[in-house]
């Protein structure tokens, strides 16, 4: 198991925020873990899509993602579901999903 690094990317709140990820598990269950996981975090195992999000930088090996929630097209778009994806090398991601406006605290 390496440590590795993965930046989140919310375009919506103009924010960039870096989080350590392991690459024995998903991309969701590393960050979930910290308070304020930007990414939505909805079922943890591929079934409810609130996790969408793009790759923007590097390298990842995919468990199996409904197609109800990611077209061929998404996979061509590097889109994929943060809570089924397993990082390879470190990676950037932007969020996809939308938020609430404001936040639940
Ligand atoms: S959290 Fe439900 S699909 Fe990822």
Same mark, same amino acid.
């Given at each position: /198991?390496?440590?590795?690094?993965?930046? *989140? *990317?919310?375009?919506? #709140?103009?924010?960039? *925020?870096? &989080?350590?990820? #392991?690459?024995?598990?998903?991309?969701?269950?590393?960050? @979930? %873990?910290?308070?304020?996981?930007?990414?939505?975090?909805?079922? #943890?195992?591929?079934?409810?899509? *609130?996790?969408k999000?793009r790759? +923007?930088?590097?390298? &990842?090996?995919?468990? @199996? /993602?409904?197609?109800?929630?990611?077209s $061929?097209?998404?996979?061509?778009?590097?889109?994929? +579901?943060?809570? @089924?994806?397993?990082? $390879?090398?470190?990676?950037?991601?932007?969020?996809?999903?939308?938020?609430?406006?404001?936040? #639940? %605290?």
């Amino acid at each position: /198991m390496t440590s590795l690094n993965v930046t *989140v *990317v919310d375009k919506a #709140k103009d924010t960039e *925020v870096a &989080f350590d990820a #392991k690459s024995d598990q998903p991309v969701l269950l590393s960050i @979930r %873990s910290v308070v304020g996981s930007p990414i939505p975090v909805g079922c #943890k195992g591929g079934g409810c899509g *609130v996790c969408k999000v793009r790759v +923007l930088e590097g390298n &990842f090996s995919a468990k @199996r /993602m409904s197609k109800a929630h990611i077209s $061929e097209q998404d996979l061509e778009e590097n889109v994929v +579901l943060a809570c @089924r994806i397993i990082p $390879e090398t470190d990676l950037k991601v932007e969020i996809l999903a939308e938020t609430p406006e404001e936040d #639940k %605290s």
